[in-house]
């Protein structure tokens, strides 16, 4: 699904990601756990294909697919959705509309006709739905005044809608009280199938317990220095980083 | 010959077309006193700093409408609100044309200035309307001075308009260079309402330079909705001068669409003379290339318990340049005035140019005002949201300048109306978004 390289990635300069390498495959969870300025949110970012961020080395395969020239929007027309951490605040466009837009320009890219105005609003309710998110709160403007909470579950059902292949969740979990995240999680585990895959990205293990990772990697200093199971996650959410710290040094 | 002297010269030759021995013709006469004495404005006015005529002067303008130019009505459809039904007062080449208007004397006039400035029976409303409200200054001065033809529209006592009325002004480009001067004026009696479209539209690119003056008269609770839409050709230049006076409790909203033209310049004067008054002055203004739109709008509280809501939203790419000044006065006797300004602005060029300037002159020591103004640049964190979910980048950039003039978009009463701007938006943008917002 996705192979990650010998990535280098720097912004205004400066290096962040320093040779990072990574393979997820179809049907897998994947937990990027760090502590805080170790590159995770610059590794999502970098997925995504945003353009503050110069890759100055490595490869990004998506499917065999070098996507490094893809643009922003061409990558997630490929499937590959960004959750993010500060979903942005527009104000004047629905959740509904913004939706529709996505969803069409996402078919139109791959040479389909826009969905049918009844296909879309079945869609809506069904995944509305799943997250729980009551219908009037669609009509609302695009994460304006949205509570933490909120932001985050629209931003699943907006993968839920998307249906991406590789999901990429940025802290998911900050912000989020312990009913928000088991609705978030429960969303999450749904949509999961064996042909798409997700990478989970938190500083803390508490997501973990609802959407259990296959594989748990380690980011420091822009590389990942541990990988292993479910059972790291738990190691570190006891003892910290400052033992993976010294361990790479050592 | 320059125009000005052109245009005084002329005038001799205008008296000939016309009925000297009115009222009105006294008017005129000292109206081209006071315009050959103030002459055209120059950028050394404080309120033309930033929009100059210099270019648009220099024309060698015919200056009398052209007669006998036709028009098939398929090919200007478009630039009617043609699926609902209005009546329509239309202009060809500053003519009226029969053709393509459709009038009413049934409880309402929609009809002609022409036919109101000449027949008797309008003449109790020409004489305590006509020009009273209109300012003296050079431009206006001009209008008044050839005044002729435009649109006379009288809703009387407790009517409801019983479906919105379009004015538009075509030229057809037959004449090399083309100066217009079309004088509307709106009276609306109490409890009345009424809605207006108006439109000029310049069929060539030969230049055109349209100086139009409208004055509205709103009595006691009466409801006035004007919309304008400009969306003219690159070498059509509009000044409009637009006069309305308000009676207590009513309710005046003017939008303006300023979507294209070479010099568009607005200026919308609001005078309130009662209490209780409502006045909306909206405004979108998108455009590029070497366009320029300034609005200059006045707003005059003279008595208690009144408000004025204006919101102007400018975007502006390549070389375009904008101006906003906004004037409100409140009087010392107009407490409890509640007066709002917003004026925000979106620059997508390094070399476009905004000069926004609020001027409040506040002598009431009770009042509500308010006034921001804005200037930036299309959010890239929303852009990167947006695209991250799969929309491209022009449409990420549409949508959001959509979002940035919504707000206006939505206080558009006619259905069919917003529908068209939206279009309009769309065109403009050059993009395709499946749905209205």
Redesign the interface.
Known sequence: MLEIKDIHASVEGKEILKGLNLKVNAGEVHAIMGPNGAGKSTLASVIAGKEDYEVTQGNILLEGEDIEELAIEERAHKGIFLSFQYPVEIPGVSVTNFMKTAINETRKAKGLEEMPAKDMLKMIREKSELLEIDRKFLSRSLNEGFSGGEKKRNEIFQMAMLEPKLAILDETDSGLDIDALRIVANGVNKLKTKENAVIVITHYQRLLDYIVPDFVHVLHNGKIVKSGTKELALELEEKGYDWIKEEVKG | MELKDKLVSSFLAFENTIDVDSSVHDIRSEAIKRFEMQGFPSKKEEAWKYTSLKNVLKHDYSIFPKEGNAIEFKDVKKYFIHDIDTYKIVFIDGMYSSHLSETTHDKIDVCLMSSALTNDKYKAVIDNYFNKVAKEDGLTSLNTAFSKEGAYIHISKNQLADKPIQILHFSTGSEAAQMLQPRNLIVVDENSHVQIIERHQSLTNNPVLTNSVTEIFADKRAIVDYYKIQNDNENASLIDNTYIEQQGQSIVSVHTFAFGGNITRNNLNFYQKGEGIDSILNGITIIEEKQHVDHYTLVHHTEPNCESHQDYKGIFDEKATGVFNGKIIVNKEAQKTNAFQSNNNILLSDKATINSKPQLEIFADDVKCSHGCTIGQL?D??L??????????K??KA??M???A??VLESVKIPQLKSRINKLIATKLNVD???D?
Do not use: V
Not at chain 2, 384 to 393: L, P
């Open positions: 959010d964190s929303a990167f949201y947006m695209r991250a979910r799969g929309i491209g980048e449409e990420a949508l959001l959509y979002a940035f919504n707000n978004i499946g749905f917002l």
